[in-house]
């Protein structure tokens, strides 16, 4: 068995069909990310926002310890409405992600769809049948 250098073996790795596909599939859902982040920050909570009475989340905190500038002591609060934000983006993007695979997978089904069978010929009538014996009897 002949040995590999280390750097034979990198590249055998990274040029691997799977190793690939995976890093474009990455960089890919990195782009898609950008854009479902786009539309539920810049279209979707808007409207939430102006439903709800222009409701941000990222404002709500429970202050332990207020800030005092003269003494250089910042403020520690726990940001709950940092973490709701974060929830209710979650949920959003989920549901976007959700109906845009649901959309792409009807699409997907209808085109995989085989086309209908053709509706078996009718029974012949009793004038065909008897011309068939009759046809098939002066054969013989």
């Known amino acids: 068995m002949e040995k590999k250098g280390i750097v034979a073996e990198f590249k ?3 040029t691997r069909g799977n190793v ?9 859902g990195g782009a898609f990310t950008a854009i479902v982040t786009s539309l539920v920050n810049d279209l979707l909570m808007p409207i939430i926002g102006a439903i709800f009475g222009g409701i941000d989340f990222t404002s709500l905190k429970y202050v332990i310890r ?3 500038e ?3 002591i ?3 609060a726990i940001r709950y409405g940092s973490f709701i ?4 983006n979650f949920l959003l993007i ?3 992600i959700f109906l845009l695979v649901r959309g792409l997978n009807k699409l997907r089904r209808k085109k995989e769809e085989p086309a209908p069978e053709p509706a078996p010929d009718p029974e012949p009538s009793e004038e065909v049948k008897l011309l068939t014996e009759i046809r098939d009897a002066l054969k013989k």
Do not use: S, T
């Open 85 to 88: 934000q974060a929830i209710v």
């Open 74 to 76: 910042e403020e520690a």
């Open 12 to 14: 055998e790795f990274i």
């Open 20 to 28: 690939m596909d995976m890093a474009v599939g990455i960089i890919i």
């Open 94 to 96: 989920a549901i976007v």
């Open 66 to 68: 207020a800030a005092d």
């Open 70 to 72: 003269a003494a250089g």
